[in-house]
Structure formats: structure tokens, C-alpha cells
């Protein structure tokens, strides 16, 4: 768990995030018919490293994973979740695209999601992006010192069933700051009340996961990309943000 107090410290992980939040963007622009996986991961990694940054997902392997993960931009189209892995595929008009990132930059970490639309997408998809984007909102709203991890995922949670799409239950946010992960966890759903306490100074990323269909999902023969069971299209969005008194800052916005 990390928990800020020095300012100076807190001014890199501003300065990171900010960076990212533009690589990101640029990212998301270039998520066109016709574009490359690949090629919005190395446009992520150029940009990362020529601004002083690390990407922090590249070669990054914990004690439960089979191999490393090889790119720096996790690209998840469709209905894959989370964790997609760039490669030679193209995007096609209607689909709908995750980007997922994360850095270290000046000692700390952050990291950051968005998805969208690539060319015309279907009214479903829409909303289902808008949803997610918009659950992301309250549960960075439902978030102050003294609030528990159960008031964020109940906020996530009842805003998604509310528009008729599901929460994913396997994975789940976290803390970070000095690390790529560390605890505490933070799921998209719960109850209010419950769960883990959160403190002035904490660094966590929510980032709820919600799909069209069910909630259930599986781990693809690639050991890292994660898919919807049942084949229905999946949103992500994301943000760091340092808990405080009154409520979160947002670290990853530009």
C-alpha cells in the first residue's frame, strides 16, 4: 500500500500521470479501420520512453503468471476484457476497443484505461461504454478518507445492473504508487460499508470491467488475455487517483 504524504512525491505521480493520460490519448485516436494492435502498442512505448518514462506492463510477470507479458499497451477488443495482447491483427469498423497502460515514471507508477469506438459502433456497444465510463465516475465520487472499497463497488456495481449490463467478478482494482500492484484491493461491486478502509494519502486505480452479457469470463490459451464466456462485448475504463479528505483526486487525466 502506498500513501503519500510528501508533496514532492506527490507532484511525480502527478507529472506521471499526466503523461500518460496523453500517451493514452493519442492512443485512442489512432484506434481506426484499419490500424494495427501493434502499432498502437509502439506508438505507446515510444512515447512513454522519449517523455522519461518506463512502460510498466511490458515484461511484467507476477508469481501466478505463466510467461511475462510482452507489450507495453494491452489492447483488448470486443469481447475481450482485459490484457489483450498487440499483435498483427487489425481493427475493424464496429468494433470496440480497451486500452489499457501503465508507467513508471520518477520512481512511481500509474495507470489508466479507456475504451472506445472504432469507426461506427452499435447503439449496444455505445451504451455499454458509456455506462462503464460513467460507473468509473460515481465510483471515484463514492471515494474520501474514512469510505470503504465497498462503497466505490456498490456505486459501480448498481449504476451497471441499472442500464441492464453485468460487473466482472474475477478481476478487480488495486492500490499502487511504488509498485505495478499492492493492496488493497478494490472491486467493481459490494456492499457499502464492507470492505477495506480508505485512507487520506492512498494511491489506488479503480477500473471497472462490465459486459453486455454475464459476468462470467475465462482466461484465453495465451495465459493473459481474459474473455467473456458467453462472447458479449466487454468496456473498461480507468484512473489513479490519491485519496482525500473529502473526496479523490484524479492522477491520470490530462
Not at 485516436?29 to 501493434?38: D, I, L, Q, R, W
Not at 510477470?61 to 476484457?81: F, Q, R
Request: with cysteine; charged share 30%.
Amino acid at each position: 500500500m502506498t500513501i503519500l504524504k510528501n508533496i514532492e512525491d506527490i507532484n511525480k505521480l502527478r507529472e506521471g500521470g499526466k503523461i500518460l493520460a496523453s500517451v493514452l490519448y493519442e492512443a485512442a485516436k489512432k484506434s481506426v479501420p484499419g490500424a494495427k494492435t501493434t502499432e498502437l502498442d509502439k506508438l505507446a512505448e515510444k512515447m512513454i520512453r522519449e517523455a522519461g518514462g518506463r512502460p510498466s506492463f511490458k515484461n511484467y510477470k507476477t508469481a501466478d503468471d505463466k510467461i511475462p507479458y510482452s507489450a507495453s499497451l494491452c489492447v483488448s477488443i470486443n469481447e475481450e476484457v482485459v490484457h489483450g495482447i498487440p499483435g498483427e491483427r487489425v481493427l475493424k469498423d464496429g468494433d470496440i476497443v480497451s486500452l489499457d497502460l501503465g508507467m513508471e515514471y520518477k520512481g512511481f507508477y500509474t495507470d489508466s484505461a479507456v475504451t472506445v469506438s472504432v469507426g461506427e459502433a452499435s447503439e449496444q456497444a455505445k451504451k455499454l461504454i458509456e455506462t462503464t465510463k460513467e460507473s468509473l465516475n460515481l465510483g471515484i465520487m463514492a471515494v474520501k478518507s474514512g469510505a470503504f472499497t465497498g462503497d466505490v463497488g456498490y456505486a459501480i456495481q448498481s449504476f451497471a445492473e441499472k442500464n441492464g449490463f453485468n460487473v466482472v467478478r474475477k478481476l478487480v482494482g488495486h492500490g499502487l504508487g511504488r509498485k505495478v500492484h499492492e493492496p488493497p484491493e478494490v472491486p467493481n461491486f459490494g456492499v457499502k460499508g464492507k470492505g477495506e478502509i480508505l485512507r487520506e494519502g492512498e494511491v489506488i486505480a479503480i477500473e471497472p470491467m462490465i459486459t453486455a452479457g454475464r459476468h462470467d469470463i475465462y482466461l484465453d490459451k495465451n495465459w493473459w488475455t481474459w474473455k467473456t464466456k458467453d462472447g458479449s462485448l466487454s468496456a473498461h475504463f480507468e484512473h489513479t487517483i490519491i485519496v482525500t479528505k473529502t473526496g479523490a483526486e484524479i492522477i491520470t487525466k490530462m
